[in-house]
Antibody
Framework: EVQLLESGGGLVQPGGSLRLSCVAS????????MTWVRQRPGKGLEWVST??????????YYADSVKGRFTISRDNSESTLSLQMNSLRVEDTAIYYC????????????????WGQGSLVTVSS | QSVLTQPPSASGTPGQKVTISCSGG????????VNWYQQLPGTAPKLLIY???QRPSGVPDRISGSKSGTSGSLAISGLQSEDEADYYC???????????FGGGTKLTVL
């Protein structure tokens, strides 16, 4: 059974930093691209960042709203996905979901298929 | 402002068929597949439809998807009370090099 368990959320002041982690189990973690999607309170889903799987080298992609402030990474030996969030803003307040991306013939062919339960990040003074 | 456009709400009575639309552009739905998620209150999104019309195992066949040009549709027939949820469309965007989502449609079962 595929499981994704996020941790690391909490309350942080504007300008501060936070690191989210997502521990995966039930599948060969290294093979799959992984992604972070967030949901602001009462709002819709917003893609944040994606990291490729082990085939063909590691590539990372970011939404313009977080580029230069957030860094996605993975530790395949620990089956762990991370999101380092720096220079946090009030508008970064959201539930952050870790999700596995389906394996297709090319990177964006298949969507995120399994999602974690989410980790709440609150940016407030 | 979401890249993909969905109606904010939809409704139907038990047993009816409801359709939710999703409009995009050439860089997303026009060139790539449309996918659909269901989000029940307080829970994570669940994949309902991928690659325009494919259902993951466990999703009933009363739920279907389609795509035409730069738009996609989700149809739910035999509406049940447990279908009351938020529904989101999603597609890969070749210009943004990332996933784009619709703003979500809140489905109410009357």
């Amino acid at each position: 059974e595929v499981q994704l368990l996020e941790s690391g959320g909490g309350l942080v002041q504007p300008g501060g930093s936070l690191r989210l982690s997502c521990v995966a189990s039930g599948f060969t973690f290294s093979t799959y691209p992984m992604t972070w999607v967030r949901q602001r309170p009462g709002k819709g889903l917003e893609w944040v960042s994606t990291i490729s799987g082990s085939a063909g080298g590691i590539n990372t992609y970011y939404a313009d709203s977080v580029k230069g402030r957030f860094t996605i990474s993975r530790d395949n030996s620990e089956s762990t996905l991370s999101l380092q969030m720096n220079s946090l803003r009030v508008e970064d307040t959201a539930i952050y979901y870790c999700a596995r991306v389906g394996l297709g013939a090319w990177f964006g062919e298949l969507p995120p298929d399994y999602w974690g339960q989410g980790s709440l990040v609150t940016v407030s003074s | 402002q979401s890249v993909l456009t969905q109606p904010p709400s939809a409704s139907g009575t038990p047993g009816q068929k409801v359709t939710i639309s999703c409009s995009g552009g050439s860089s997303n739905i026009g060139g790539n597949s449309v996918n659909w998620y269901q989000q029940l209150p307080g829970t994570a999104p669940k994949l309902l439809i991928y690659s325009n019309n494919q259902r993951p195992s466990g999703v009933p066949d009363r739920i279907s998807g389609s795509k035409s040009g730069t738009s996609g549709s989700l149809a739910i027939s035999g509406l049940q009370s447990e279908d009351e949820a938020d529904y989101y469309c999603a597609a890969w965007d070749d210009t943004l090099n990332g996933w784009v989502f619709g703003g979500g449609t809140k489905l109410t079962v009357l």
